[in-house]
């Protein structure tokens, strides 16, 4: 297989050398891999048919749905018979699973067009989406002639991501943002190619997801939000977390939930407070309790519960923060008792009895364990754990979870946290000693960026950017800081570096405002940044 994949990529690419190197008329992002520009044009239209193999009927439909949505076009679902009455074919093919698993990266595809033919090939489901989705991504972009008809300037592409793991962490626990804006999120991550959602969903100002077990999580913990602590509960029930799950699903994004522990738990304190471990006077009943068995149990089955909704098989566990609330630790009786009979002597070690006692829950439901890098100096097991690299003031936690062997996940504050400002002018959002996350920064992050020195057998698995939602209210200023940075997060995770260029990617960039537009999206326009007032908290 690797060799007729090989065979197909010299015969498209020969004739110019496997690296094209003027992309005039691609307007893809992220920027395919290698990509050939053929001088024909293709035309979308109601008379086009999309032919797929069988096994790829469920892909065929989204195209179809997809383009309809985007171009107004209807094309039609055939099987090859009648060619006659169609002008030109979109053909979606599967070709046999490698026996050498792992050679060719699971989510590769090629595209091949031509005045008739849009030839969509891959090893993998995953592979045939993103095809499709470069295809969506043309014909949103290309001219529009006639009635309902697209010209799409025909390119041949090889195309592969970087990394595995593209992310976008979302924080609804601050302020919540609802059902439609998250599917307009997972509309946009699929657009761009990225394939993990990280759902904050619980945190101090509120608990977001319902559970049956305790339902007071929802209806007690929902209560408020970041700005105001009286806002009527807002969570999301089960039935739509499953609707959204289904939503990503369909769009090759998984969804992983973050249920934050021992501390970022004052909310499902509110609701359950024979659970709290206290605070600070900063944080009050900022943890969970680790010296009482009870805390575990309802712990666990909420766990449960979270498991049986999400199929990811991974569950964030947070594991972040908790020194700024554990005061309370010292003087609780149960805490202290628990310490002197496991020959405890400092509160770190408190935490990641805690940290292990729970990742031995979800380990028993066979899901992995994530956690921010905190959990570098735990020793939960390797195998079982992914830490996410968020403190960029700390290249040692990185490099401490990569010499132990852990996956990491970099999303480092600067330039991954997108409640960072992104341009000097811009009052509300964060920084940290004056920096801030700009649009080339988050650009041309990759692994290099972080000054660690990688073991050989270092296991990167990819890059996320983080939404946190203290100073983000509205669904507006949720936009604003999102767009246009998710489109160089997702060229960062997507695009070898000797392919990537700030100047292209920018004149691309400016094509895509007017998809940005269609969609109602109010953007950060960083070529007229006087023409975009940045929205109030
Ligand atoms: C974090 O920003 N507390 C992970």
């Not at 977001?208 to 009527?232: A, F, Q, S, V």
Request: aromatic share 12%; with cysteine; net charge negative.
């Amino acid at each position: 297989m690797k060799e007729h994949l090989l065979f197909i990529v010299v015969t498209l690419f020969s004739s110019i050398g496997l690296i094209a190197q003027d992309y005039a008329k691609c307007r893809l992002i992220p920027l395919p891999q290698k990509i050939e520009e053929v001088n024909a044009v293709f035309k979308l239209a109601d008379k086009t048919e999309i032919i797929s193999e069988s096994g790829l009927a469920e892909q065929a439909f989204y195209l179809q749905k997809e383009l309809l949505r985007y171009t107004g076009i209807s094309t039609a679902i055939g099987t090859s018979k009648d060619l006659k009455s169609y002008s030109t074919r979109i053909i979606l093919k599967l070709t046999p699973q490698s026996k050498n698993k792992g050679v060719v990266n699971e989510e590769s595809y090629f595209m091949k067009m031509n005045a008739d033919e849009c030839v969509i090939e891959a090893e993998t489901h995953k592979g045939i989406f993103y095809g499709i989705v470069s295809l969506i991504q043309l014909a949103r972009l290309s001219e529009k002639t006639g009635n309902r008809v697209v010209e799409i300037d025909c390119l041949n592409i090889f195309d592969e991501p970087l990394y595995a793991w593209r992310g976008l962490m979302l924080d609804e626990s601050r302020h919540f943002f609802g059902k439609e804006k998250v599917k307009q999120l997972l509309d946009w991550m699929a657009m761009y190619k990225l394939n993990r959602f990280h759902w904050h969903l619980t945190d101090t100002p509120g608990w977001r997801i319902e559970i049956k077990g305790y339902p007071k999580l929802g209806y007690i913990g929902g209560i408020g939000n970041h700005t105001c602590p009286y806002t009527k509960a807002e969570f999301y029930t089960q039935d739509e977390i499953k609707e959204i799950i289904r939503y990503a699903k369909e769009r090759n994004i998984e969804v992983i939930p973050e249920i934050d522990m021992p501390g970022h738990a004052a909310a499902a304190n509110r609701a359950y407070p024979e659970f709290s471990g206290g605070g600070s006077e900063r944080y009050p009943d900022f943890t969970f309790n680790p010296g009482k068995d009870s805390v575990y149990t309802f712990l666990t089955r909420v766990l449960k519960e979270v498991d049986a909704l999400f199929p990811s098989q991974i569950i964030h566990l947070g594991g972040d923060e908790v020194h700024f609330g554990n005061e309370n630790w010292k003087s609780d009786r149960s805490i202290q008792a628990l310490m002197k009979k496991e020959n405890m002597t400092d509160l770190k070690e408190v935490e990641n009895y805690f940290l292990k006692r729970m990742a031995d829950s979800v380990i028993v439901m066979n899901n992995k364990i994530a956690a921010w890098d905190e959990v570098a100096e735990s020793d939960l097991p390797t195998d079982k754990t992914l830490v996410f690299f968020w403190r960029h003031d700390k290249p040692s936690q990185l490099q401490k979870a990569v010499d132990k062997g852990f996956p990491v996940v970099l999303c480092p504050r600067i330039p991954l946290y997108f409640d960072f400002i992104q341009d000097a002018s811009h009052k509300q959002g964060r920084t940290w000693s004056g920096d801030y996350s700009s649009l080339d920064k988050v650009y041309a992050f990759n692994h290099k960026s972080v000054p660690v020195s990688y073991p050989a057998n270092a296991n990167i698995l990819g890059i996320q950017a983080n939404v946190w939602a203290e100073t983000i209210v509205t669904p507006q200023r949720l936009d604003f800081m999102l767009f246009p940075r998710i489109a160089a997060l997702a060229e960062a995770g997507w695009t070898e570096e000797g392919n990537k260029n700030f100047d292209g990617f920018n004149k691309r960039l400016s094509k895509h405002l007017k998809l940005y537009e269609e969609d109602n999206i109010y953007y950060y326009d960083p070529f007229s940044p006087q023409n975009t007032c940045e929205p109030v908290k």
